[in-house]
């Protein structure tokens, strides 16, 4: 054997070999949804191949000045809307979904997060919401923090984790489900 090279034996090589058909073959999260299953297929539906990845390359999904769909995939994503940004960092979402991330009213500080299907509202790691709060009085801001809206008690409880950035004029949180999320300080919706 020549200095410098690496021998790998042939049973490891076979085996690699073998544990990545198996796996190629298999019912892998990261497999696109058919047809079949009960949903409509990536062609179907229109969406590019980059979208199923969670690329979304092309810019896909609906959109509006206050509402924006996209699909997500294993490897993540980003969806802005009016001043709020979700982003979902690679290996959150056990499958690929469908993100819509909607702002009613564009001079209010409220977003409405959904995910489709509902099974898929359960992240292995946390999903970032960032808000810029640039509208925001400073000595509100310095107090601020994302809130979701409880509907079991009917009232709007902080995000553990929330925080700001004074130097970005941003309030951010972790969120490990979507809902109904505000930015507030003292008790009340702010900017």
Known sequence: MKPGRTRFPKSFALGLAVLL???GCSDLPTK???????????????EAPAEILGL?????GANSATTRTVTVGLLGGTVSVGNF????PPAALTRTATVTVSQPDLTRPVVNLSISPAS????LLPVLLVADAKRMDRSLLSVACIA??????????PVAGSSISLLNLTV??????F????????GKAGW
Do not use: C, K, M
């Not at 696109?32 to 229109?46: F, M, N, R, V, Y």
């Not at 979304?56 to 896909?60: A, E, K, Q, T, V």
């Open 21 to 23: 058909a198996v796996a």
């Open 172 to 177: 951010s949180a972790p969120l490990f489900h």
């Open 56 to 60: 979304d390359l092309l810019g896909g």
């Open 32 to 46: 696109p949804p058919t047809a079949i299953e009960g949903e409509l297929s990536a062609t179907a539906t229109g």
């Open 148 to 157: 979701y809206y409880n509907p079991e008690t009917a009232n709007w409880e």
């Open 85 to 88: 940004t979700v982003i979902i």
């Open 120 to 123: 898929a509202n359960r992240f």
């Open 179 to 186: 809902s109904t999320y505000r930015v507030q300080s003292g």
